[in-house]
């Protein structure tokens, strides 16, 4: 009897305490906010791992400069068009917005996003798309058609 009290008083206890965990599913139509920010739900959240240039940014192609962070802009645009987004949204902010791992129509959108060029794995938050920025960046998709500054150098200089 002792035996089942303590197990009672302790599932009652953590009944008690507030859900902390590491993620929570957000999912929905997504508006996109820049190459690597999704709004769902009313809900701002930042690609987990990835970066993308500023809407401001600019790149350097061969004879002629392009709006790169609106190309990046356009590009998840295009991944999450007329398809329901599910994000894991962490508890982790970066500048201030969550982070979360996306997907939509199955896929990962921030391996999707850094796959096409238009995006570049986030090294200081995660390595898991490093080797997929590898190919792009060999394959020269994307940002790696031309010259350009990585976002987190761009923003700083600003």
Not at 68 to 94: H, I, P
Not at 107 to 118: E, L, P
Not at 135 to 143: E, F, N, T, V, Y
């Amino acid at each position: 009897m002792t035996r089942l009290l303590a197990i009672s008083a302790v599932a009652f206890g953590l009944w008690l305490l507030p859900y902390s965990g590491d993620a929570q599913d957000i999912s929905g139509e997504a508006r996109v906010i820049d190459g690597m920010t999704l709004e769902v739900q009313g809900q701002h959240l930042r690609l987990f791992g990835i970066d993308a240039p500023d809407l401001k940014q600019t790149c350097r192609w061969p004879n002629k400069v392009i709006p790169c962070g609106q190309v990046s802009k356009t590009a998840m645009m295009d991944l999450v068009a007329q398809t329901r987004v599910v994000c894991a949204a962490l508890d982790q902010k970066r500048a201030g917005v969550r982070l979360a791992r996306c997907r939509a129509g199955g896929f990962d959108i921030g391996a999707n996003m850094v796959h096409t060029g238009w995006a570049l794995a986030y090294k200081p938050e995660s390595t898991g798309y490093v080797e997929t920025e590898n190919k792009a960046k060999k394959a020269r998709r994307g940002l790696w058609k031309g010259e350009f500054t990585r976002p987190w150098e761009w923003r700083k200089k600003r």
